[in-house]
């Protein structure tokens, strides 16, 4: 199956250094979270459909998936709907399990890996909290678009994504 995300995707704001260890880390990551929240964005049959309609690079082929998987902005009656994206979406969703599980610390001098067992751990939750809390603003936007165009989306069962208050 072909992934939205790869390990070369995390730069800037998400940078992850590359190397075997990390990207053998991120697969594990990735492989656990990826489908699983396409599915509580989209609902199992149409997380299914946008799944198979992905070319080898991870880009939907059809319009109606390409549109939800592409950056926009929407006036609405509730203001402006802003999506980052499906890429930015998981990117930021995988982005937190990595962190999170693989005890990064968030630093002003870039994020490390917390290597000594009796150190403490430095990571400050509110910024795991913040890029996953983007992430799920970015998923709103994509399910109000949806939900606005169910006569394209008719199979569409997308959850709820709670944002994080706190870790």
């Not at 699983?36 to 080898?56: M, S």
């Not at 549109?67 to 802003?82: K, L, M, P, T």
């Amino acid at each position: 199956m072909p992934s939205l995300i790869s390990i070369s995707d995390f730069n800037g704001e998400y940078q992850l250094q590359i190397d075997n260890a990390t990207t053998t880390k991120f697969n594990f990551v990735r492989d656990n979270h990826e489908t699983t929240y396409i599915y509580k964005l989209l609902g199992v049959e149409l997380g299914k459909l946008f799944i198979a309609d992905l070319n080898v690079s991870g880009v939907p082929v059809t319009a109606r998936f390409l549109a939800i998987y592409n950056v926009f902005a929407e006036d609405s009656d509730y203001g402006i709907i802003q999506s980052k994206g499906m890429k930015q979406f998981m990117k930021g969703i995988l982005w937190f399990y990595y962190a999170r599980n693989n005890r990064y610390i968030i630093a002003t001098g870039g994020n490390k890996v917390n290597k000594d067992q009796n150190s403490d751990e430095l990571t400050d939750g509110l910024v795991l909290a913040r890029i996953y809390n983007d992430s799920v603003k970015t998923a709103d936007a994509i399910q109000w678009y949806i939900c606005d165009n169910l006569d394209v989306y008719p199979e569409y069962n997308g959850q709820d994504l709670d944002c994080v208050i706190g870790l």
